[in-house]
């Protein structure tokens, strides 16, 4: 017999997939649904010259508020307004060239009415996500999207919460439509997204890699005696060695002086030590695709020379630049 306590955590389990399950049928019907009316709504947003200003009411209006961030953030300028504000003052921020994109489960949010005809008075476009077809948001839109009917995942059918995950979905996928649209890159997303661990992931080679006088380089001809003195002064435990005018051949690392290690050592040239065909990476390659070569191959290496697509060194990446950049 189960106890008090595990048919609890079984009621609770079976709620939480009873939740979900509800909220993933919403998503798929909204999927099947989609049609050319939201072809038409991308075609608008993709033309609107100045920014997509997204609002709603409520939990509406949270999910408004992601939304606009998104869309800020994949390339399609976009700022949420809050309704209520609007009427007070704040449409005056919705100005010639904008679009409004109004979320309304019902369709008769009062709270939007001064937004609408605010969109109406200045011939705005205005796209709305809605429940209702024959709702009076729906009518007055330049394009309505209609949420698909579902039943709400609250047990008592009233809290949103299928109807906003199904608005939350909608504007992700306008986003994303967007973002194609525009061709949208990593480097683009990288721009709007300096800071923190995702920041750093889109970092480009070229922005952390160390150039000019910095990088260690030798001629193959060079004695091991100078050619250890130059690794020490340089501090990266390496040494690219490079024929004219700067094209790289080999590199030689603590590991190849370990290999090499012998009472004639110093006496032999560069070339007698160094590991032809190295690891090397592009300037435009992503500092993550710099970690994963690190970190590829029959044993992990510390440092990368960063060459063009004639093999000439255009500088050198360590692990400490890519720990320092925040990928580690």
Do not use: W, Y
């Not at 960063?306 to 692990?319: I, Q, T």
């Amino acid at each position: 017999m189960s106890s008090p306590a595990a048919t609890r955590a079984d009621d609770d389990l079976d709620a939480a997939r009873a939740v979900l399950v509800l909220e993933a049928a919403g998503l798929r019907a909204l999927a099947a649904g989609l049609d050319r009316k939201f072809v038409r709504a991308v075609e608008l947003l993709a033309a609107v010259r100045g920014r997509v200003v997204v609002s709603g009411m409520g939990k509406s209006g949270h999910i408004a508020r992601k939304v606009a961030a998104t869309l800020a953030s994949t390339g399609t300028p976009a700022l949420f307004v809050h309704p209520g504000e609007a009427s007070h003052g704040d449409l005056g921020m919705i100005v010639a060239g904008d679009a409004v994109l109004a979320l309304s489960n019902s369709g008769e949010t009062a709270e939007l009415a001064d937004l609408v005809e605010h969109t109406r008075r200045f011939a705005l476009t205005l796209i709305a996500v809605i429940g209702r077809a024959g709702s009076t948001l729906a009518r007055a839109a330049d394009v309505a999207l209609v949420l698909p009917s579902a039943p709400e995942a609250c047990p008592i059918g009233l809290a949103p919460t299928t109807s906003t995950t199904m608005q939350l979905g909608l504007g992700d996928a306008l986003a994303v439509a967007l973002l194609k649209r525009r061709g949208f890159t990593a480097s683009d997303f990288h721009r709007f997204h300096p800071g923190g661990r995702l920041g750093a992931r889109l970092l480009r080679v070229r922005e952390v890699m160390h150039a000019g006088v910095a990088v260690p380089l030798a001629p193959p001809d060079l004695p091991m005696d100078q050619a250890l003195l130059l690794m020490t002064e340089k501090s990266f435990g390496c040494l690219g060695v490079v024929e004219p005018p700067c094209r790289l051949v080999g590199i030689v690392t603590d590991g190849d002086l370990r290999r090499a290690m012998g009472p004639d050592l110093l006496s032999c040239r560069v070339s007698e030590v160094m590991t032809r065909t190295p690891r090397t990476i592009g300037p435009e390659a992503l500092a993550a695709e710099a970690l994963h070569a690190m970190n590829s191959g029959p044993r992990p290496i510390t440092t990368l020379f960063v060459v063009d697509g004639n093999a000439e060194v255009l500088g050198l990446v360590h692990v400490h630049d890519l720990l320092r950049a925040g990928l580690m």
